[in-house]
């Protein structure tokens, strides 16, 4: 006899151990949440024996443990979205928000006799929970939430038996839980990358083709973004009159954020250069058309924006808060005159000055972002306008743009950009 019920006894926890094999294969298999969810309840319900089982997610930013997902055949998946919806426990509240907190299993024999217990999941859904296994899901000292097993099918109530089987089962469960959330927040990382690439491919669309302007007159220009996308923006655009109306903007942020704004300013721009004959006055319409649109966010653009003629080198300025250009010649640094108006998108009604200069031949006009003179080397130390300064005034030109951003970018060695990076570059071939 004794022999016949250790036999018995061997068998049951050979069975038990090969459920516990088997649900491990199950759910290593298993990678994404929505998935993993009802197949490890289902394999709790069967390594255990038990009518139901539900699975209650801990959220520490509310400290409340909410359901995750029921398997019960009876009240079926409209009663598992009831109890999402309907119920959440606080730490300490009934049975699970028990063992969440001290973070100890229970066994239930009777719930009608535990004053732990709560009812508030069997008043929503009919079912009635007589006795029951409450496990904590815990991983690393992390609480991830509780398991319970309902309403044991074999046996009166659940014994230690069972809850050893389902304290196994819940450490299983846990490694999967974490397994699946780093899978998931891979699958968004890579997703994610895939998007930003694809947005950066776009904008690169936007960066204009740079013409052969006639009469020894060249452009050159530049934008290298500190993320995928950015926030600076250049363009050249062709007028009736065989002038280009030429631009440096850079938008207030970084990211995909600034990026949508650039191509409004990009569009608004384009719509309508060519019904101004002055830069000033262009910047005024586009500043009342995008008011609205940035203030609302609080963003704003920085505009340096020209009006070149190839022919005789004649150059339309005006500025809206952005880094003043440099005038380059032989002899170094010629005096821009002073251009005053606001950043777009800060104030309606806004005026803007315009000045004019004229290019001689071997000489040169620049127009950067912030992006050169804060570029940072890897001591965080600034490129800053002492170094741009020193560039120009030891370096041979024009031109002058290709060789200011190879000079940038060994200043900054290693260190990743801190900010976009634009420069564009209108020369006049020496005599």
């Not at 309606?348 to 804060?374: H, Q, R």
């Amino acid at each position: 006899m004794i022999n016949d019920n250790y036999g018995r006894g061997a068998i049951n926890v050979a069975k038990r151990l090969k459920k516990l094999i088997e649900a491990n294969q199950y759910l290593a298999d298993i990678e994404s949440l929505d998935a993993l969810f009802p197949r490890l309840l289902d394999l709790a319900k069967n390594v255990t024996a038990a009518e139901a089982s539900s699975l209650m997610l801990y959220d520490p930013k509310r400290d409340v443990l909410e359901f995750a997902s029921v398997a019960d055949e009876v009240i079926g998946e409209a009663g598992g979205e009831i109890l999402k919806i309907s119920v959440k426990l606080k730490m300490g509240e009934g049975i699970a928000g028990w063992v969440a907190e001290n973070r100890k299993s229970l066994i239930i024999k009777d719930t009608q006799q535990d004053p732990r217990f709560s009812k508030q999941a069997d008043k929503q859904t009919g079912f009635i929970t007589r006795n029951l296994l409450c496990v904590p899901l815990v991983y690393n000292e992390e609480l991830l939430g509780v398991i319970n097993v309902l309403n044991s099918k074999e046996k009166q109530c659940f014994d230690a038996e069972d809850l050893e089987l389902l304290e196994s089962f819940a450490h299983l469960a846990a490694i999967a839980i974490i397994r699946s959330r780093l899978l998931e927040t891979r699958l968004k990382q890579q997703r994610l990358q895939i998007q930003m690439e694809a947005a950066s491919k776009i904008q690169s669309l936007f960066w204009p083709k740079l013409p052969e302007m006639e009469t020894g007159s060249n452009v050159w220009a530049v934008s290298l973004p500190a993320s995928f996308v950015g926030g600076d923006l250049y363009d050249l655009i062709p007028m009736t009159d065989g002038s280009w109306l030429v631009y440096v903007a850079d938008v207030a942020d970084k990211g995909l954020p600034a990026a949508l704004i650039m191509v409004a300013l990009w569009s608004r721009i384009r719509e309508e250069a060519l019904l101004h004959d002055e830069v000033d006055k262009l910047l005024e319409t586009v500043n009342n058309a995008m008011h609205d649109l940035m203030a609302e966010e609080g963003f704003f653009s920085t505009i340096i924006i020209g009006r070149y003629w190839p022919a005789t080198g004649r150059i339309q300025l005006a500025r809206g808060g952005h880094l003043p250009p440099l005038w380059i010649s032989k002899d170094g640094l010629g005096k821009v005159p002073e251009l005053k108006g606001p950043s777009l998108g800060i104030v309606p009604g806004a005026k803007y000055e315009n000045k004019e200069i004229t290019l001689s031949p071997g000489e040169s006009i620049l127009f950067l972002s912030d992006g050169v003179t804060e570029a940072e080397n890897e001591e965080v130390v600034l490129f800053g306008n002492r170094r741009l300064i020193d560039y120009i005034q030891k370096t041979n030109g024009p031109p002058w743009g290709k060789g200011l951003l190879d000079s940038v970018k060994a200043w900054q060695g290693t260190a990743k950009a801190s900010d976009d990076l634009t420069i564009l570059e209108i020369w006049r071939e020496p005599a």
